[in-house]
Structures are given as structure tokens and as C-alpha cells.
């Protein structure tokens, strides 16, 4: 069964580089430039789960998460940032954060134990 991940990042370099490594793992991605957008094919699309940056335009992760999860308070979340600030602001929230700069294998790791490995 094919997993298919929400991933919300402004960075296209960002987008294309992880969308290609969950790709290869078996992961389908659908992926969109903001929070704004993420929410809008949110709406109209199942999800396994969310990968989102912290930092975007438009709509951060953090209103984006807030959002889903008002919708759904269990749906499966992994936030990233490199602002160790925002990291601070988002502990604790009941979704995993990663830090960046991170490894493959941590960032792989990380995603099969929130969303369940692909197959």
C-alpha cells in the first residue's frame, strides 16, 4: 500500500530533494509551497500525515498544524525548523519536531515511526 505524506515547505530545492528521498522509500508526496496551500489540498485529499516547515509564508507550520489539527486532533505530524527559537514554541505539542540540519537516516527513521513505513 502506497503512504501518501502532505509536505508543506517554501524552499522548491527543499521540496524536490525530500520528495525525491520519500519517493524512493515507497512514499507518495504531495507537495506545496505553504501552509495556506497545505490546508487547502488537505481538505480534498487523505493523508497519512503532514511534514511541514516551521518558518513559511503565507501560513506557517505552526497555524497549518493548529488547523489540521482542530480538524483532526490525531493526525500524524512531523515539523521541521532550523530556528531553535520556533523549536522551543513547538515542543511538547503532541507531534514530533525534528531539528535542521538533519541526516537521512534520521530524518527516514523519524518518518516510518510517524507514518508508518511504506510498502
Excluded at 509536505?7 to 520528495?19: C, G, L, N, P
Excluded at 497545505?38 to 493548529?66: R, S
Aim: glycine share 8%.
Amino acid at each position: 500500500m502506497t503512504r501518501r505524506i502532505l509536505f508543506a515547505e517554501d524552499r522548491e530545492d527543499t521540496r524536490k530533494v525530500y520528495s525525491n528521498i520519500l519517493s524512493k522509500q515507497g512514499y507518495e508526496v504531495v507537495s506545496v509551497e505553504n501552509g495556506q496551500k497545505a490546508w487547502e489540498v488537505y481538505q480534498h485529499t487523505g493523508f497519512c500525515g503532514l511534514l511541514t516547515n516551521i518558518g513559511m509564508p503565507v501560513m506557517d507550520g505552526v497555524e497549518l498544524i493548529k488547523k489540521i489539527r482542530e480538524d483532526n486532533p490525531l493526525f500524524p505530524v512531523i515539523a521541521y525548523t532550523g530556528d531553535m527559537c520556533r523549536e522551543d514554541e513547538i515542543k511538547n505539542k503532541g507531534f514530533r519536531v525534528l531539528r535542521l540540519p538533519m541526516m537521512i537516516k534520521e530524518f527516514m527513521i523519524n518518518v516510518n515511526e510517524v507514518f508508518g513505513e511504506a510498502k
